[in-house]
Structures are given as C-alpha cells and as structure tokens.
C-alpha cells in the first residue's frame, strides 16, 4: 500500500514538470529568455557604446545635451545614425546658457513649443560626415524640417563657418558614426524666430539676448541713455523729474510739442482743450492766462506729449473776476495760482466723487509743489480746499476728457492753506462813562452850605 501511495505521488512529480517544461518552451523557443514577437514589428536600432550620441551626452557639451534630452529626440538621432553618418555642429555652453534671451529660453521650454525647440537643435545636425580637410562651401542640409532647413558653410582664409557662426573646435570630437564641431553661437531658424515674435506679439524683440541697457544717474535721478519706450507706455520718470527747478516749476525745454517718439501730440490736445473752453463759455478768463498772461499752455503741450496726463480744475470766470491786483502783481503768481489747479493724474467727475464717498477727504498732488488740494462731498458734490475762505465746489463736470487732459469747472479759485489770510478780528473797545456833571448854581450851593458846616452835597 506504502509502494502504490509513493508511485502515485512520483507519476505527479513528473506530469507537472513536463507541463511546465512544455509551456516554457512555447514562451521562449529561442531558448535565451526573450519573448519572440511577429516579424512585422519594427526593430530599434541599437546604439553601441562607440556611438557619436553617446559621445555627445558625455560630453562637455553639457546645455546641448540637456536639451536633446528634453526635445524628445533621442530615438529620432539613433534611427538617423542607423541609417547614415551625422555631423553635429555643437555650440558652446555660454552660447545656449547665457547669450539667449531668458525670454527666449523660457519659450523654448514650454511644453506646447516642443517642435520649436526640436528645429532648433536640429538645424544643427547634417545627416553626413564632414570633417575638417574636406569642408564643403556650399548649402548643405540639415535634419531640421521646414523650409529653412539648410545651412550656408564657407571656408575662406582657412576660417570655417557655419551661417555666420565661427567654427572654433574642428573635429572636436571623432566617432565611426559621426564627428562634433565646436561653434561660438546658436543657430536659430527664421520659422522658430518668427514663431516666437508672433506668439509673444514682440515685433521687435531679438532671441539674442541685448546689450547696452539703459542705467538710471544716482546724482540727478536720470536715465544715462535713453531706453526706448513702446506706444502708450506711462512716462519712465514722475512728472516732477520732468519739470525744471525754479520759482514756478515749468516743464523742461527738451522734448518740444509731439514728443521725440511721436507717442502724442499734446499741443493739439491743449489747443482743442482750450477752444472747448472758449465754445463752452464762462472760461474766458483761465483760456487768457494760460494763452497770454502765461506760457503754461505751451508747457502743459510738452507734457503731455512726453506722456503725462493732466486734470484741470478750472475757475469760472466770475471767481477770477475776485482776484485782486495784489494777488496778481507779484512775479510768477498768475503761474503759481494755475499750478495749484493742475493735478498730475486723470481725473473725471465721477473718479473724484466716488474717491470722496469712500474714503472721505482725499488729498490730490498739484504741479505746485508740496502744496496739495483737498477734496470732500458735499450736498452731493465735491469740494476743494479746506474751511469757507479758498474752498470751491464742482459744479461743471467734465467740460473737457480726451484721456490725456481732463478739464473740470469749478466756482472758486482755491489757494494752499498756508496763504489763505483771515482778516483780524479788532478787539472790543472798553466805554469809559464820564460822571454826569452837575450845574453851576448847584456847585455854588454846596459851597455856601460846606461853609456853615451843614452836610455836603456828595
């Protein structure tokens, strides 16, 4: 019984093993552990060790084989390199690390511009080998696809290049698959320069990195070279930097009416705003000072076209019509008056009323410097200045907004705190009251009866 139990459990054994021998023939029939597949399935190439890639990952070459690595293009190089010889024409690393605009870079990296950044790096590889001795002058080829796939070579006097890039290492590094030049700089295709310029809306921007930017002067707070400035930017400098320095703060000399980059015309836009003025009626007074009395309208065009705005707090004629001879008389007060009226921002009627619901009372900053206009609600409205004496109320809103000068009326000329004089108050005079006096018959009766020793009359 012992005997037959043991056969049965041998006869087991032995099925199994077969089974399972049968099974791992059928998986691997090669007999070396690989899984055999269909004929029809496509083979990767193998790359050995001796190979120009894997010379070029590691090699000094570190920033171009970084961005292989990223750009997805490894199989692409191994089925090229399969099929025939490739020369590479390596830029250096400070060329990919630090002549790029950062801008630039950053494009090339995101992810959505992979096939920017694919040309680029391959419009560095010629599917030939080429080597120093025999250096071809003519258009050859690249593996870079689009129309701008080529690349100019010219050797003249001994000096190679590659479209205008100086080759500085010949035969830097020599496989049996292929060979690495050294290049200064970064060959970029015309299809990845205009990709970027149109993507970023940068007309003008440059994938090589500028030089030369402007530098701001410490001492006067001024730029050294002039930067250029796109349309419609806000002035680089605050509109007090702009102005000379003097008893009345007037606008430098130096830009004239447009402005050097035509950006505005600010003498036309103070021409029509000084006409609407006149057209409007009841302003006739502020147009004349700032046309005749002053040359503030000319000044206020320089502004603005160098890009400043400017709100206009303008005084009816009947409150200019209250301006005395002494107010006017001093040197430069008609243009220190004005300036008190000039705000440096935009303003319209309901910037400023909302400002002052929210908020209360809001300082705005004038063209008179320090001095500022203080703006409160009140009975609905806006009023300046600070007390009853030199206040004035909004009352003509937006006679005049152009987005650059806006002109609101107001019915009051306002001056700074500091100078509003408060006429005295004279003290109260004491009455001095004189004792009745008495008349000549009586004092003559009292005298007669003082002398009999009788009472006095007092």
């Known amino acids: 019984m012992d005997f037959e139990i043991y056969g049965i459990t041998i006869t087991v054994i032995l099925l199994f093993s077969i089974t399972t021998s049968a099974t791992t023939f059928q998986e691997h029939p090669n007999g070396f552990g690989t899984t055999s597949k269909s004929t029809s399935t496509s083979i990767v190439p193998q790359i050995n060790s001796n190979s120009i890639l894997v010379a070029l990952l590691d090699s000094h070459y570190t920033e171009l084989s970084e961005l292989v690595e990223k750009a997805l293009l490894l199989q692409t190089l191994e089925e090229a390199v399969s099929k025939h010889n490739i020369t590479i024409f390596a830029p250096r690393n400070e060329a990919l690390e630090r002549d790029l605009d950062p801008e630039f870079k950053r494009y090339l990296l995101e992810p959505g511009n992979l096939k920017s950044l694919q040309n680029l790096l ?12 025999h250096w071809p002058a003519r258009v050859h080829a690249t593996l870079c696809a689009g129309d701008d796939n080529v690349v100019h070579m010219v050797d003249k006097n001994g000096e190679k290049t590659v479209s205008l890039a100086k080759v500085i290492k010949l035969d830097d590094i020599v496989k049996p698959d292929g060979i690495i030049h050294g290049i200064e700089r970064v060959l970029i295709p015309k299809s990845v320069q205009q990709d970027f310029n149109t993507r970023r809306s940068l007309r003008s921007i440059s994938a090589v990195l500028p030089e030369g930017a402007p530098e701001v002067d410490p001492r006067t707070n001024r730029l050294k070279k002039p930067a250029p400035v796109p349309v419609g930017a806000p002035p680089v400098l605050p509109v007090y930097d702009a102005m000379a320095p003097g008893p009345s703060l007037a606008p430098a000399p130096a830009p004239g009416p447009g402005g050097p980059h035509h950006h505005f015309d600010g003498e036309s836009q103070v021409k029509d705003f000084i006409h609407t003025l006149l057209h409007y009626g009841g302003y006739n007074e502020l147009a004349d ?19 400043y705005v400017l709100t206009v707090l ?53 063209l008179r410097l320090p001095h500022k206009v203080v703006a409160e609600e009140a009975d609905g409205s806006v009023k300046f200045g600070a007390g009853e004496v030199g206040s004035a109320y909004l009352f003509d809103p937006d006679i005049y907004t152009d987005g650059r000068i806006s002109v609101q009326g107001i019915d009051g000329v306002l001056f700074p705190i500091e100078e509003i004089k408060v006429a005295p108050v004279p003290a109260p005079v ?5 004792k009745p006096r008495r008349g000549k018959l009586m004092e003559v009766v009292c005298g007669t009866l003082g002398s009999y020793a009788f009472a006095s009359c007092h």
Do not use: C, W
């Open 122 to 133: 391959l419009i560095h590889m010629i599917p030939a080998r080429i080597v120093s001795k």
């Open 289 to 307: 000072i700032l046309v005749n009395l002053t040359s503030l309208a000319t000044e206020m065009g320089k502004l603005v076209s160098e890009g």
């Open 314 to 366: 303008a005084p009816y004629d009947e409150a200019m019509a209250k301006l005395t001879t002494d107010q006017l008389s001093e040197p430069g007060a008609p243009e220190q008056i004005m300036y008190y009226h000039l705000i440096p921002e935009y303003q319209t009627e309901e910037s400023m009323y909302n400002s002052v619901r929210r908020f209360g009372k809001v300082k705005y900053d004038t």
């Open 430 to 434: 004491a009455k001095v009251v004189a």
